[in-house]
């Protein structure tokens, strides 16, 4: 089944992260100008005049060995990137908290991204522990490094397993790690666009350090949000026509 990726701001207002009505909800995510770190059972609070829908997802990163999955987590949580590469020795969970505003109907969400970072080993023998969601029907960003060719060159084995039946749902996204390295960069321009127009999967780019601020994830994490949104309304959609059939 094919991928049908929404067009960029579509959905979800794009740089709302900037907009005035939006601090009441960053607030809550920040604290003295860093992101916060919640634990598996801790949410952002708001004010019990505010009503905000909190969406659960469970994100999958996949990727080999040294492509930059915990660097990834780490940036997209907002904590340190570590200074040293080392393998993952099991599955990893970092909890992330997002606000959106719908652009249909100006609704407010709160994203609840739990991503799981699996050591490529690891994942070989405990294959069977991933979520349900991941296996059958989940969310699979696939972290590439641009500094390695080889990781790039996989990108089409790694979609076309993720693609078949029974896993046909699976949102896939390829994240570009490295690109700050444009010096030792392995993979050209044109090869990025070659591969987004045959298989109709965004490539997104991240690199450098990790500021105090969101801009050097927000666009990341619209991206995501975007996309999980999209997929879950085409979802329900389907499953509603099949359920009028039914009736009538």
Request: glycine fraction near 8%; aromatic fraction near 8%.
């Given at each position: ?238 499953h509603s026509q099949q359920e009028t059939?039914?009736?009538?």
């Open positions: 089944m094919e991928q049908v990726s929404p067009s960029s701001g579509s959905i979800i207002v794009a740089d709302w992260h900037r907009c005035k009505d939006s601090k009441e909800y960053f607030s809550k995510i920040i604290h003295k100008k860093r992101r916060k770190n919640f634990g598996l059972l801790e949410s952002p609070v708001m004010p019990p005049h505010v009503a905000v829908d909190t969406v659960h997802y469970k994100i999958f990163l996949s990727g080999k060995s040294g492509v930059g999955k915990t660097a990834l987590a780490a940036r997209l949580a907002g904590l340190n990137i570590p200074n040293m590469h080392y393998e993952t020795t099991g599955i990893e969970t970092t909890v992330v908290y997002w606000p959106v505003k719908l652009r249909e109907n100006g609704r407010v969400l709160f994203f609840r991204l739990q991503l799981w970072d699996c050591g490529e080993n690891a994942l070989r023998r405990f294959d069977h522990l991933l979520p349900v969601p991941v296996r059958a029907g989940g969310r699979r960003p696939l972290p590439v490094s641009f500094t390695d060719r080889t990781s790039f060159d996989d990108l089409s084995n790694q979609i076309a397993k993720w693609t078949g039946a029974p896993v046909g749902r699976v949102v896939k996204l390829v994240v570009g790690t490295k690109f700050d390295l444009f010096m030792h960069c392995d993979v050209a321009e044109r090869d990025v666009r070659n591969f987004q127009e045959t298989w109709s999967v965004p490539v997104l780019r991240v690199g450098g350090e990790v500021s105090d601020g969101l801009g050097d994830v927000a666009s990341l994490l619209n991206c995501l949000a975007e996309h999980l949104w999209h997929q879950d309304c085409v979802s329900a959609r389907r059939g039914t009736v009538l």
